[in-house]
């Protein structure tokens, strides 16, 4: 009996093997198959625990989404400066991302906060980014979810979404083999080293879009309000966290809005960006130090490389006015 138990173990284990393996690769090789957003997720939670610069506190911090991310230069912008925003986030990831920063460093005096006006009231990549890259410390996974619950947040509180969130920690394949066949598991590592390294030289500035120009409409300009959901209040209750955070480490608050090129600006509905502007005066008020515009910048569509984000020419020119008007 205990020899026919002993095979029949021998024969899970064995039966298990490729799957344990194929989760270990998953665990510990993601820069061999993982997509392109990944470099800049992992750069963010890297500079947040204090593994990357040594650990190097900064005067000026940068948090928010892909807008923020490609338009603001650190390194132009202050002498101390880390861009910490990241493609596809909203203020529940900036706030987790933010506040980890803060256990592992000195705070800093300032910091930019700037979202896309949809990402004030809009959660798209929560399945697809934030759970995929494990972009939410484990520790605060429970706190999420009864926020996510009480406000009825739908995009956090998918079908599935606990399995997703179990199935992305242990590295299971129904999550990441498409990722990894798709590289033919190593395929991707060049590309992602690569993208690190360009993140590290520019301290978190990167680019979104491939055109030198682009006079498109964006996305802003199908929406004739902010809808105030589930995913509408969560964004809110983070937002208020976070400058709340802001405000409890004694950190300048600088609340800015991401440009648009003329054709979005001319057809964005004027209802909507009202209520755009009155979310923003509303948040203001939570903060007791604090700087904010209400407006969107305007700009040419050659400092564009797609609807939504600027070409490197237009970071430049965003970055030089955000200097000028607020660290000069």
Not at 38 to 45: G, H, L, V
Not at 244 to 265: E, M, R, S, Y
């Amino acid at each position: 009996m205990q020899r026919c138990n002993i095979k029949f173990i021998l024969k899970c284990i064995l039966a298990a093997a490729p799957a344990i393996v194929l989760s270990a690769f998953t665990l510990l090789c993601p820069y061999c198959y993982m997509d392109e957003d990944f470099p800049a997720w992992d750069f963010e939670k890297r500079v947040a625990s204090g593994r990357e610069f040594d650990g190097k506190s900064f005067d000026t911090v940068i948090l928010g989404d892909s807008g923020a991310m490609s338009s603001l230069m650190a390194s132009k912008l202050d002498d101390s400066c880390i861009n910490m925003a990241v493609g596809g986030a909203t203020p529940v990831e900036m706030y987790y991302f933010f506040e980890e920063y803060l256990q592992n460093h000195t705070p800093p005096e300032n910091a930019v906060i700037m979202f896309a006006p949809f990402h004030y009231w809009h959660i798209d990549n929560y399945k697809t980014r934030t759970v995929y890259f494990k972009g939410i410390p484990l520790s605060k996974i429970p706190e999420l979810y009864r926020n996510a619950r009480s406000c009825g947040a739908a995009s956090v509180m998918y079908e599935r979404y606990v399995t997703d969130e179990l199935s992305a920690r242990l590295g299971l394949p129904n999550i990441y083999l498409p990722a990894i066949n798709a590289a033919h598991f190593t395929g991707r590592y060049s590309d992602n080293t690569s993208a690190y390294k360009d993140l590290c030289l520019s301290y978190g500035w990167g680019t979104f879009g491939e055109l030198d120009e682009c006079f498109d409409e964006s996305y802003e300009t199908s929406y004739e309000d902010m809808v105030i959901d589930g995913d509408a209040k969560l964004i809110t209750l983070y937002m208020q966290k976070l400058l709340k955070l802001c405000d409890d480490n004694g950190v300048h608050v600088i609340l800015l809005q991401p440009a648009v090129n003329t054709a979005t600006f001319e057809g964005i509905n004027e209802h909507y960006l009202a209520s755009y502007r009155n979310y923003i005066k509303q948040l203001a008020t939570v903060c007791s130090d604090i700087e904010y515009e209400t407006h969107l910048r305007n700009y040419d569509g050659i400092y564009f490389s797609d609807t939504s984000h600027l070409n490197p020419s237009g970071a430049e020119k965003f970055t030089e006015e955000i200097g000028e008007e607020y660290f000069r």
